[in-house]
């Protein structure tokens, strides 16, 4: 079963990176401050993650900072006790 982050990682490249981009994504890689995400991706990125983990996340911890890295995702779905 793929890991969370693989998961979301993988959304991100599917949803956010045009094929034929020269862009490498990772773990750390700057989403929102790097322009792979901008407010309106953010928005879908935010409704994916609340469909796939069955949560809730109040527009108040839905910021840029959680949402510029993979890694700063996994932070805040820890919040809401995601695996």
Request: proline share 5%; charged share 30%.
């Given at each position: 079963?793929?890991?969370?982050?693989?998961?979301?990682?993988?959304?991100?490249?599917?949803?956010?990176?045009?094929?034929?981009?020269?862009?490498?994504?990772?773990?750390?890689?700057?989403?929102?401050?790097?322009?792979?995400?901008?407010?309106?991706?953010?928005?879908?990125?935010?409704?994916?993650?609340?469909?796939?983990?069955?949560?809730?996340?109040?527009d108040a911890k839905a910021t840029?900072?959680?949402?510029?890295?993979?890694?700063?995702i996994i932070e805040l779905l820890?919040?809401?006790?995601?695996?």
């Amino acid at each position: 079963m793929p890991e969370m982050k693989d998961i979301i990682l993988n959304y991100i490249k599917k949803e956010y990176v045009e094929e034929g981009d020269d862009i490498e994504v990772t773990y750390t890689t700057p989403l929102i401050s790097g322009g792979i995400v901008d407010s309106f991706s953010m928005v879908s990125l935010k409704r994916f993650l609340e469909n796939k983990y069955n949560i809730q996340i109040p527009d108040a911890k839905a910021t840029p900072k959680a949402f510029d890295s993979v890694n700063n995702i996994i932070e805040l779905l820890k919040e809401f006790n995601v695996k």
